[in-house]
């Protein structure tokens, strides 16, 4: 059953994400022909008016087909047929889904389980925070000069602080006063300063929705601090780096803990894969920004030959390092 609860809540990632393309594209007047849930094999279909609605094999991903997508057309029904503005918001509303559902979903789970502040409630006695003088009712403002949105980030930075000293920056009254700590390690092996955070039991939906859009945006900038880390070598990819087996055992594991803990990984996932998709590579929607924010600002539209290559050639190079992570996912597990 749990299996089955990962598999819909994936396929909910990428439902809603192309809900977004396909929405836009009505609003803007394109004709969609196909609507698909999934890749592969077609296992059901339905024919609207003018789009067939489809659920295929593979629930590793999905797409909207837009009529004149790949090339110029006189039809003003066509994709690219459309100013570049309009066809950017077409492509950029996946995205904007994600980061929608993930507001949603994280504003849920943080009205039933509330959420920390950054505000000490206690240090630990003989800890490397009570040994360096922060005391109850410090609020840490930022660590290693970045301001922090929400505890995770906090968290983050202490974790990836490989055991060296992090400053930290607090308000205590009207003063700010700075500390610099070298974390220790916890029985369970994990970086920490030795502090425990005041904490929101009950928060109102206000407050919900408000620390949802923080934690949102604290995932983003968490997102590409790892992204980062990978592109200049400093990530173990044995280790930090899952692929598509890793994400099915993990939203497996979060679905066994229960429906709470489900809705916070998908809301996870969601803004991972909004960001993945806006990153500027061929065959990605942030790819396809970038040449329609080229063919904006110079008014000259990208040759279809160029942009169908290019498509190709990213396509293939994502499909390549699936296989790549899906073989390392296989050999060398993330542990969970």
Known sequence: MYIIFAIIAFSLLILIHEVGHFTLAKLNGVKVDEFSIGMGPKLFSIKGKETEYMIKALPIGGYVKMYGEEETTNDSRGFMSKSPLQRISIIFAGAFMNYVLAIVLFSIFTFHSGYALLTVNET?????????????????????????????????????SKGKAVDVLV????????????????DEGMLMIGISNQYVQNPSILESVKYSFKGTASWVKQTFYALKSIFTGKANLKTDVGGPVTIVKMTGTAAKSGIITLIWF???LSVQLAVFNLLPFPALDGGWI??????LITRKKVPDKVVGALNFVGFSLLMLLMLLV???????PVSL
């Open 171 to 186: 308000k205590r009254g009207n003063e700010n006063k700075e500390f610099s700590i070298v974390p220790m390690k916890s």
């Open 290 to 295: 970038i040449m329609l924010l080229f063919e």
């Open 124 to 160: 630990v006695k003989d800890s490397p925070a009570a040994k360096a003088g922060m005391l109850k009712g410090d609020e840490i403002i930022k660590v290693n000069n970045k301001t922090l949105l929400t505890k995770d980030d906090l968290t983050y930075e202490i974790a990836t």
């Open 266 to 268: 998908t809301a996870y």
């Open 326 to 332: 899906t073989v390392k996912d296989i050999l060398f």
